[in-house]
């Protein structure tokens, strides 16, 4: 069995770091493998991180235990609501409880990879009141509990990537003054879901452009499941949700993104698209910890 990294099914963290990097131009495979695998030895007590790599990145690090579907990030949609890419090499994302733990070990990777990479996107999120977004709704309620998790974002034995998992992350930024201006039960309608208790709203009630019947996709009867790990993100100045999902097969974000963007079929937009917006979409691999650790000897 492979292990995976144990960072991505740790929950609860009051405090997160998002730290997307671009690889330095011109690097050599020496370069680029000599400086990650050194990122990645760094352990911090009470830090759980997790590695994730963009396509042309694992790619050449290591060729034998790249996922088939691995791929870069491409823009959903069109018109005004459009899923933008912006794609980078290497993912960090770092959480626990000791926000000032979590600052340091972000400041010693980016320290680590200087050479080789620039950090070009940080975001700092947190654990917002009982799990909730902040528009107030609980996120998450549908996620896989138990073992199920990691049969929802592991990919299984015997395939190139096997322990390893799909990543999706996207920062979403949101117009709160306009969502706050609904009722609560049109806010409802937004999600699709009650917001004290998070109760699905019913058949009748449920509007196809609900952010729940735009993401509980199926595809020839499958329900495209993601383990997601999202939180808040920001201050008063712009806030909103760092989207990070896993799931074991990449062609699932594909799936809901199209159904959130209007592009698959029916033409109907997530009307959460009216009050948050996406302004990063990347795609990663988040290798198993012992494909991590060969880094540099693959
Ligand atoms: C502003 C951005 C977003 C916010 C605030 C948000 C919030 C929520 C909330 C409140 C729920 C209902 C509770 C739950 O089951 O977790 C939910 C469900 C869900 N969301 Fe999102 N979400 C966002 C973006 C996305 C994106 C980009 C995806 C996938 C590409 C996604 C996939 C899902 C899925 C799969 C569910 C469960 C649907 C079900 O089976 O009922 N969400 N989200």
Redesign the pocket.
């Known amino acids: 069995m492979s292990e995976p990294q144990a960072g991505i099914f740790v929950e609860g963290s009051s405090s997160h770091f998002f730290l997307e990097y671009k690889l330095v131009d011109g690097l050599s495979l020496e370069q680029l493998s000599d400086s990650v695998s050194k990122a990645v030895a760094l352990s911090d007590a009470g830090v759980n991180r997790v590695w994730a790599f963009g396509a042309d990145c694992w790619r050449s690090i290591a060729p034998a235990a790249c996922p088939a579907d691995l791929k870069p990030f491409a823009a959903i949609g069109e018109g005004r609501q459009v899923a933008p890419a912006s794609q980078r090499g290497i993912f960090l994302w770092l959480h626990g409880d000791n926000h000032s733990a979590n600052f340091d070990a972000a400041m010693t990777a980016t320290a680590a990879l200087a050479a080789v990479a620039t950090l070009q996107l940080e975001k700092i999120g947190f654990l917002y009141k009982d799990s909730r ?1 902040l ?1 107030g ?7 896989p509990k138990g073992r199920g998790q990691q049969t929802v974002a592991l990919i299984p034995e015997d395939e190139p990537g096997a322990g390893g998992s799909y990543v ?1 992350s ?1 920062q ?1 930024v ?1 117009n709160l003054r306009s969502f706050s201006a609904l009722s609560q039960p049109e806010q409802e309608a937004v ?3 009650t917001k004290p208790d ?1 109760i ?1 709203l019913n058949d009748e009630a449920m509007p196809d452009n609900s ?2 019947s735009r ?2 996709v199926k595809i020839n009867g499958v ?4 383990y ?1 790990r ?1 939180v808040p993100y920001g201050g008063v100045l712009e806030h ?2 760092y ?1 990070l ?1 896993f799931s074991a097969d990449i062609r699932r ?1 594909d799936h ?2 199209q159904s ?1 963007f209007g592009v698959s079929g029916d033409g109907v937009h997530d009307r ?1 698209t009216d009050f ?1 917006t ?1 302004v990063s979409g990347s795609y990663w691999f988040a290798p198993s910890a012992a494909e991590l650790f060969a880094i540099g000897s693959l």
Do not use: C, Y
């Open positions: 977004d528009t709704f609980i996120d998450g309620t549908e996620n999706m996207q979403w949101h999600i699709g879901r998070s699905e952010h729940v993401s509980d329900a495209q499941k993601l997601r999202s909103g949700l989207f999902a974000f809901i993104l959130m959460l948050s996406p």
